[in-house]
C-alpha cells in the first residue's frame, strides 16, 4: 500500500507539478482514503521524501544499465548523460530529490530527517555507481591520487549544476548545449584531475557513444 501511494503521487507530480500533491488527491489517485496517507506516512512531507526516494531508485536503476568497461572516463560521462536524460523526462521529481523547489510540499523535514538530504539508502545506492566509477579512475592512473569520494563530489556538483541551468532554460542560445557546454566541462574537470587532454577528450567521445548504444537498446 505505501508503494501504491508513493506511485499515485509520483503520477500527479509529472502531470501537475508539487501543487498537485496533497493527500485528498494522492488518495484519490491511489484509490485509497484520505487516512492510509497519514498512517502510512504521517504527511505529505513524509510521502515526498519517500517519493524522493522513489526517484533515487529509478536513477541507481539507470546508472546500472552504464556498463563497467576498461575506459571509467567513459563511464562517467554515459552516467552524467544518463543523469540528465532522467532530469529532463522527470523535471519535478528532479527538483524534489535535490532539494531544488521551494514549494511547501517540498521543503526536507527537521535536520532529524536525512531523507531529503543525501544520506538515504536510496540516495546512496544511486551514488555508488558513481563513486565505483570514480575509483576506477583513480586507480586507472590516469589522474593524480585524488580521494574517490573527492572526485565523485566534485562531479556530481558539475553534472548536476548544468542540469539544474538547462532546465531552467539557460542554455537556450547554444544549438547543442551537450556538445558545447556539457561535453567540453568534462574534458576540463577531467584535465584539471591530471589526465592528458586528448585522451580525455576521446574518452567523453566514446562515453557519448556507450550512451547512445544504452538508449538505443531501451
Known amino acids: 500500500m505505501p508503494d501504491r501511494l508513493v506511485r499515485a503521487a509520483?503520477?500527479?507530480?509529472?502531470?501537475?507539478?508539487?501543487?498537485g500533491i496533497k493527500a485528498r488527491t494522492v488518495a484519490s489517485a491511489s484509490g485509497l482514503s484520505t487516512m492510509v496517507v497519514y498512517s502510512h506516512f504521517g504527511g505529505i512531507p513524509e510521502l515526498m521524501g519517500a517519493?524522493?526516494?522513489?526517484?533515487?531508485?529509478?536513477?541507481?536503476?539507470?546508472?546500472?544499465?552504464?556498463?563497467?568497461?576498461?575506459?571509467?572516463?567513459?563511464?562517467?560521462?554515459?552516467?552524467?548523460?544518463?543523469?540528465?536524460?532522467?532530469?529532463?523526462?522527470?523535471?519535478?521529481l528532479y527538483d524534489l530529490m535535490f532539494g531544488l523547489s521551494t514549494r511547501a510540499t517540498y521543503r526536507p523535514l527537521s535536520d532529524a530527517d536525512h531523507r531529503l538530504s543525501g544520506h538515504s539508502e536510496a540516495f546512496r545506492a544511486a551514488h555508488a555507481h558513481v563513486?565505483?566509477?570514480?575509483?576506477?579512475?583513480?586507480?586507472?592512473?590516469?589522474?593524480?591520487?585524488?580521494?574517490p569520494e573527492v572526485v565523485a563530489a566534485q562531479l556530481?556538483?558539475?553534472?548536476?549544476?548544468?542540469?539544474?541551468l538547462e532546465?531552467?532554460?539557460?542554455?537556450?542560445?547554444?544549438?547543442?548545449?551537450?556538445?558545447?557546454?556539457?561535453r567540453p566541462m568534462g574534458v576540463n574537470f577531467t584535465v584539471g584531475l591530471g589526465d592528458d587532454r586528448e585522451r580525455a577528450e576521446a574518452s567523453h567521445a566514446a562515453g557519448a557513444r556507450l550512451y547512445d548504444s544504452i538508449v538505443q537498446d531501451r
Open 51 to 92: 517519493v524522493a526516494d522513489h526517484g533515487f531508485k529509478e536513477l541507481g536503476r539507470a546508472f546500472a544499465q552504464v556498463p563497467v568497461t576498461e575506459d571509467p572516463v567513459a563511464e562517467l560521462f554515459a552516467m552524467a548523460l544518463t543523469c540528465r536524460r532522467v532530469a529532463r523526462e522527470s523535471p519535478h
Open 131 to 147: 563513486l565505483a566509477a570514480c575509483e576506477r579512475l583513480v586507480d586507472s592512473g590516469r589522474v593524480e591520487q585524488w580521494e
Open 10 to 19: 509520483v503520477g500527479l507530480l509529472a502531470e501537475q507539478g508539487p501543487s
Open 156 to 164: 556530481w556538483s558539475l553534472v548536476h549544476g548544468y542540469v539544474t
Open 167 to 182: 532546465l531552467a532554460a539557460h542554455f537556450v542560445e547554444f544549438d547543442d548545449a551537450v556538445t558545447q557546454v556539457l
